[in-house]
């Protein structure tokens, strides 16, 4: 079946840099666009940065400047550089991708969720 899984994640100081991975993996026949979210406590999840199948990309204001997300897609990889890394960063980051796979029992196309990887950023 169809997963997304992150790595990456970690403690950082404010001002310093991560690179978030996620590799999408299944019986895969497209992908359509695919993004970053992340979840602070106590607030809803909210887009971070989201890449189309071309070469569009959009982002939220809060890291416009500081974050560049890209793909990878022989790999069906996205990338998430983080740089300038605030405090108010820290969050759990979950990647998305709408993805024309095998979901065990038919091929359908459907937003897909990756489990969430920390990011801490704390002197």
């Known amino acids: 079946q169809v997963q997304l899984v992150e790595s990456g994640g970690g403690l950082v100081q404010p001002g310093g840099s991560l690179r978030l991975s996620c590799v999408a993996s299944?019986?895969?026949?497209?992908?359509?666009?695919m993004g970053w979210y992340r979840q602070a406590p106590g607030k809803q999840r909210e887009l971070v940065a989201a890449?189309?199948?071309?070469?569009?990309?959009n982002y939220s204001d809060s890291v416009k400047g500081r974050f560049t997300i890209s793909r990878d897609s022989a790999q069906n990889t996205v990338y998430l550089q983080m740089n300038s890394l605030k405090p108010e960063d820290t969050a759990v980051y979950y990647c998305?991708?709408?993805?024309?796979?095998?979901?065990?029992?038919?091929?359908?196309?459907?937003?897909?969720w990756g489990q969430g990887t920390q990011v801490t950023v704390s002197s």
């Open positions: 299944g019986r895969i026949l497209s992908i359509n666009a």
């Open positions: 890449i189309p199948s071309g070469r569009n990309t």
């Open positions: 998305n991708a709408g993805i024309t796979g095998y979901d065990g029992r038919k091929y359908s196309t459907r937003d897909y």
